[in-house]
């Protein structure tokens, strides 16, 4: 099992771009797929992307799509999440979140959670 820790949320005017991260602690990162889920105030936590072991495949729910990047650097243990042209629907706590795989692929449903780091888009 692995502990994810998300930084590099904030504060951003809408049309601007923010990284998050996600740090993992445990052992054999390598071997779980990771995602990225946020919830919206009012809202319930919803997946936005997904991306394999290996990082080779990826997956990304049309309201990201085009604007967002999910990476991994699996000789740091992190997960990355690029956003770029952020909107005020954007604004939501973001989550980071893994599941052990034995295969290549991307889910839309995990296991472990991080804690959430907040980002808030203003227009």
């Known amino acids: 099992q692995v502990q994810l820790v998300e930084s590099g949320g904030g504060l951003v005017q809408a049309g601007g771009s923010l990284r998050l991260s996600c740090a993992a602690s445990?052992?054999?990162?390598?071997?779980?797929?990771l995602g990225w889920c946020r919830q919206a105030p009012g809202k319930e936590r919803a997946f936005i992307a997904g991306i394999s072991r290996s990082g080779g495949n990826t997956y990304y729910t049309n309201s990201v799509k085009g604007r967002f990047t999910i990476s991994r650097d699996n000789a740091k243990n992190t997960v990355y999440l690029q956003m770029n042209s952020l909107k005020p629907e954007d604004t939501a706590v973001y989550y980071c979140a893994s599941r052990y795989s034995d295969s290549d692929i991307v889910y839309r449903v995990y296991e472990h959670w991080g804690q959430g780091t907040q980002v808030t888009v203003s227009s």
């Open positions: 445990g052992r054999s990162f390598s071997l779980y797929a």
